[in-house]
């Protein structure tokens, strides 16, 4: 054997050995592949409207494995008050660092009107009890992997809005009669805007029924803040059961008020009975 012969058998054994070795440390990488660990470190509950919600689930991915790996989408269930509300699965191209630890994010859509019964039983309960399940799909080098999760809370609902006649006064008054004025506050508890669909009042003034009376359209209740819509009703001596004489001479009269607002898939019957002075 030459001498070049020989330097090219040594360096074809010294690849060999290197190969063999590189080969047999990738098989014991590979074999030692460990399940990425998942924590819920928060979830944000978010009141749309009425009728929906959303939970945003903040997610910490470690990943132990001297090699990258892959989040390639999620599977989830979700259950509020024991009933199944949600099922569906979302993808996340997430690339998980060796050795690191990643954050991510999944929103889970919480149908509310699928909750109870019945809208007021949903506004009456005030939070309610949900689970999620969630299965996060991974891509490794030893292929396909699945780590299951499960995460328990509690999330608020809508609120009832808080209705009441806060005062009641005279617009005119004269021989012919008088222009009373309900002053109805509404408040919005809630974290949306609230339309005001509908709002109508029924009065029975001195135990007397008078022409019922309904709100202008188009008004909106913002967040957290009370809105006054005045409900004007005209009556006559006659109509409450008093002469013109005793009517100028500005008696306190009885009220009984029969209200319905309506907001969206909300109605809500309000009675509220009260004394007055013209």
């Known amino acids: 054997m030459t001498r070049v012969q020989r330097i090219g058998s040594v360096a074809l054994v010294g690849a060999l050995m290197v190969t063999s070795n590189s080969c047999a440390l990738l098989r014991q990488i590979f074999s030692n592949i460990q399940l ?19 939970l945003h689930f903040k997610l910490a991915i470690k990943n132990p494995n001297p090699v990258g790996v892959q989040l390639e989408g999620v599977r989830y269930t979700l259950n509020v008050e024991g009933r199944e509300v949600g099922r569906g699965s979302t993808r996340k191209g997430l690339n998980l660092k060796p050795s690191g630890v990643s954050q991510t994010a999944i929103d889970l859509d919480v149908p509310l009107i699928q909750v109870a019964s019945s809208f007021l039983d949903l506004i009456n309960k005030g939070a309610a009890d949900y689970q999620g399940q969630l299965a996060l799909a991974f891509q490794t080098p030893v292929g396909p992997l699945e780590v299951p999760i499960s995460h328990k809370g509690r999330m608020p609902l809508p609120k009832k809005p808080p209705i009441s006649i806060s005062n009641v006064r005279v617009g005119r008054i004269d021989l012919n009669g008088a222009a009373l004025i309900f002053d109805t506050k509404v408040d919005n508890p809630n974290p949306f805007a609230m339309p005001i669909d509908n709002l109508r009042m029924a009065v029975k003034i001195n135990n007397r029924s008078i022409a019922g009376v309904s709100a202008p359209s188009g008004l909106t209740m913002q967040p957290g803040q009370p809105v006054v819509v005045p409900l004007t009703v005209n009556i006559s001596p006659a109509s409450i059961g008093l002469s013109a004489i005793q009517f100028m001479q500005k008696p306190s009269l009885n009220y009984a008020a029969d209200m319905v607002f309506a907001s969206g898939p909300l109605s809500l019957p309000i009675k509220q009975s009260g004394k007055f002075s013209l």
Do not use: C, I
């Open 36 to 54: 990425p660990q998942v924590q819920v470190t928060k979830v944000d509950p978010e009141l749309k409207n009425l009728t929906s919600a959303v």
